[in-house]
């Protein structure tokens, strides 16, 4: 039996949170945005509705040039809540993994899962559910999101993606190849601006392009490793498994480096946020973490760890921030550019494990 495969991705999550809050924000440009402080416009965009994007504001855009394009129009530029989203993502993934056979969390919007029993290897019975499900998340939180559904995790992400927002696009293993035959190769995961325009200079800019560009080729341009996941990527073939990597057992984030590097401040100063994030996370579910981890992914998507076990647990934010700039100092000193970089937290404890009675009397 073939697999059955399915990516859900949230439509314009943060900002579409931010209209179900706020009902009247309906129809007007929403921008959810990080405001570093400086002054009233400094800081980015970090996504806004459908609306907004007509103007062409864009992810990571600057708020100042996003009001530029909004000149005269009526929009909300609202402050980013990093833990109401997570909330709201934390919700709609135990929906998820309560309906499928595996799940795996991509990120805080987006997740790949695995139906194949669940369906018996049919597609029309995994259309069935991935609409029963669209309707279920928008009856529990009046959120839309868009569903990808094909025979591996490669076609089912870059299905997810070919009908936004509310979007559903179910590809069957036969349909496959010639369902990416017209498409850029930059749709393909893995696929940056920088691959792809590499690509391009080589001639390379559809997706069969790739497919059929010759083994040897590709690996002198890209490295062994990326260059045989993206040959496979371009034919339709990609037998990585849905992995379920569990609830609470460790908090992690990853982020991509504005440009590839390895200087230490600059991946540590990018990261930061991120280490904030993590952080808040970890306080606001009353856990300690024991280990901890620097995961920096090469070019070619390499990922390269490095891990230390704490003597004792802690939820300190400067213990953390410390352990990541010595696990990173040690691992930059060992490998070439990193394109991302990020930090897992493991072992994770329950407060009430850590402290003694005194601690909650004193
Ligand atoms: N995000 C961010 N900064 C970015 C990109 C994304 O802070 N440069 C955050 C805000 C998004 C969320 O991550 O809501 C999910 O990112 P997606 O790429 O899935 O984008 P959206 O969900 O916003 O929009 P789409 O409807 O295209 O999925
Ligand atoms: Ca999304
Ligand atoms: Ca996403």
Not at 31 to 40: A, K, N
Not at 130 to 139: G, N, Q, S, V
Not at 207 to 233: C, H, M, Q, T, W
Request: include cysteine.
């Amino acid at each position: 039996m073939s697999r059955i495969v399915g990516h859900l991705d949230l439509d314009y999550f943060y900002a579409q949170v931010e209209e179900v809050e706020a009902p009247s924000l309906r129809g007007i440009p929403v921008l959810v945005c990080v405001f570093s402080g400086r002054t009233e416009e400094s800081g980015v965009v970090s996504t806004s509705n459908y609306k907004a994007r007509e103007y062409g504001v864009k992810s990571g855009m600057p708020i100042a040039l996003a009001k530029g394009r909004l000149k005269g129009v009526e929009a909300a530029f609202i402050p980013m809540h990093h833990a109401k989203y997570e909330a709201y993502s934390d919700r709609v993934m135990g929906t998820l993994r309560s309906r499928v056979d595996l799940l795996e969390q991509a990120g805080i919007d987006e997740a790949f899962f695995d139906v194949t029993k669940k369906t018996g290897g049919d597609y029309d019975a995994a259309a069935a559910f991935a609409r029963e499900l669209k309707d279920e998340i928008f009856r529990e939180e009046k959120l839309s999101c868009s569903i990808g559904i094909g025979p591996n995790k490669v076609v089912a992400k870059i299905a997810s993606d070919f009908k936004k927002p509310n979007g559903l696009t179910v590809i069957r293993d036969d349909q496959a190849l010639a369902f990416l035959s017209p498409l850029p190769v930059d749709r393909i995961y893995g696929v940056g601006p920088k691959t792809a325009k590499l690509l391009e200079e080589n001639g390379i800019t559809t997706i069969p392009e790739l497919a059929r560009s010759p083994i040897e080729r590709l690996e002198d341009l890209l490295g062994k490793k990326l260059a045989v996941y993206l040959r496979n990527a371009s034919n339709a073939i990609d037998d990585e498994p849905v992995v379920d990597r569990g609830g609470t057992s460790q908090l992690s984030r990853m982020i991509t480096l504005k440009t590839d590097t390895r200087d230490l401040q600059q991946v540590v100063a990018e990261l930061l946020p991120a280490l904030k994030d993590v952080h808040e996370k970890l306080i606001s579910k009353d856990l300690f973490f024991r280990s901890i981890s620097a995961i920096g992914i090469l070019k070619d998507l390499s990922p390269h760890t490095r891990s230390k076990t704490l003597e004792t647990p802690t939820n300190d934010y400067s213990v953390l921030e410390k352990e990541v700039r010595d696990l990173f100092a040690a691992l930059l000193r060992e490998v070439g550019d990193l394109r991302r970089a990020g930090v897992r937290l493991g072992e994770l404890q329950d407060m009430v494990d850590q402290r003694s009675l005194t601690d909650f009397t004193s």
